[in-house]
């Protein structure tokens, strides 16, 4: 199972090693900093800032993850486009959906990052009537159409599915890029930004879903989508029932061990230890935020693999005691294959039953 996880985590030849960056600029107007920045090059100094700055970030985490609620939501049909990231993208993909259409939902983000197209939010709409509704994040570097065949399953139980690109994905990339480089990267600024950007976003779709009606709402997210939907239900009462697809403690630790992060870790280890990545990033490291988490009745669901490469079993299993050590309302399934393999069969309808069976049944028990 590594053998075949690790040549799955390989197969691609264009992830790029980029230098350490702290990423100032992408801070200095967060709630927690407003313009007070480091007034030296130092870099012990800079990096006391990002610790302190985290700090304050896990302390008054409500106004850093707070917005105010976007007043440009709209439906608008586009051709539907994969925006492949592989190194070797399949052109009998994208003919599989040439003249194709779709709802998609548009809104201008609350974070602005400066790139245009990132700051346009996007999310496929999948509609089912009734009040139930689901929001969906894939994985880090998901094409735009990864998980769209679980909305489709979701509108079979009745449920509407709101398939979101989180930052830097899809239709939100820059020409720039042909990853999703900027979500998760060596720059700690960029990086932290992108997250809350992503976080606040979620909340923006349970916002529209709410003025359609929706009043059930709950969110799925898988490996890097996991985390954000973790923090963003911690910070919203609204997402009742939560599917974390993998789970991990902390993001530094995942960036530091994860065999798909290894080019990250290749900039960032010759200017910090694993510990200092940690406190770096540890804002958007959904293990703070438990005591948030349990503010409000939720139902959950973890799924995590025994042989996981990328979010190491021992870091999902520090979560899934922290779940039971405070009596959530929580299911945990394992299963035996890694982060790369989950997504292939038969271990991909496995995941499936696990997820569907629960979203049949926990819309109304919260």
């Known amino acids: 199972m590594h053998d075949w996880e690790y040549r799955l985590t390989t197969r691609d030849t264009n992830r790029v090693v980029r230098p350490f960056e702290w990423g100032l600029e992408w801070v200095k107007d967060f709630p927690t900093v407003n313009g007070r920045l480091p007034q030296t090059d130092d870099p012990a100094a800079v990096r006391d800032f990002f610790v302190t700055m985290n700090e304050e970030i896990v302390r008054h985490s409500d106004e850093f993850y707070g917005y105010t609620v976007p007043d440009d939501f709209r439906l608008e049909r586009h051709p ?140 799925i997210g898988t490996s890097l989508g996991s985390c954000y939907a973790f923090i963003a239900s911690a910070h919203d009462r609204r997402l009742k029932v939560n599917i974390y697809n993998h789970a991990s403690t902390y993001f530094g630790d995942v960036v530091w061990t994860g065999q798909s992060t290894r080019h990250i870790r290749e900039g960032v280890e010759k200017v910090l ?46 979560i899934a005691a922290e779940f039971r050590r405070r009596k959530h309302d929580i299911l945990i399934k394992s299963l035996p294959c890694g982060h790369y393999t989950l997504g292939e069969a038969p271990y991909k309808y496995m995941d499936g039953w696990h997820i569907c069976r629960f979203v049949a049944g926990a819309f109304g028990q919260v």
């Not at 020409?175 to 923006?204: K, P």
């Not at 979010?311 to 299993?317: D, K, Q, V, W, Y």
């Open 273 to 318: 230890t694993q510990d200092e990545l940690r406190q770096v990033l540890l804002g958007i490291s959904p293990f703070v935020y438990f005591d948030r988490y349990e503010r409000w009745p939720k139902r959950s669901l973890m799924i995590y693999t025994e042989y996981d490469q990328t979010f190491l079993p021992e870091f999902s299993r520090v």
């Open 80 to 219: 539907i486009k994969t925006y492949q990231t592989g190194s070797d993208p399949d052109p009998r993909l994208d003919r599989k959906y040439e003249g194709q259409f779709g709802s998609f939902l548009r809104w201008t983000s609350p974070v602005r990052s400066g790139f245009p197209e990132n700051d346009q939010a996007n999310a496929r709409w999948f509609p089912a009537a009734g009040r139930r509704a689901m929001i969906i994040l894939p994985q880090w570097n998901a094409d735009a159409i990864s998980h769209n065949a679980l909305a489709r399953i979701f509108n079979k139980l009745g449920v509407a599915g709101l398939r979101l690109s989180m930052p830097y994905h899809d239709a939100r990339m820059p020409a720039e890029l042909s990853r999703a480089d900027y979500a998760v990267s060596s720059n700690m600024g960029r990086t932290i930004a992108a997250a809350r950007q992503a976080i606040i976003d979620i909340r923006c779709a349970a916002d529209w879903l709410e003025q359609q009606g929706y009043t059930e709402i709950g969110v």
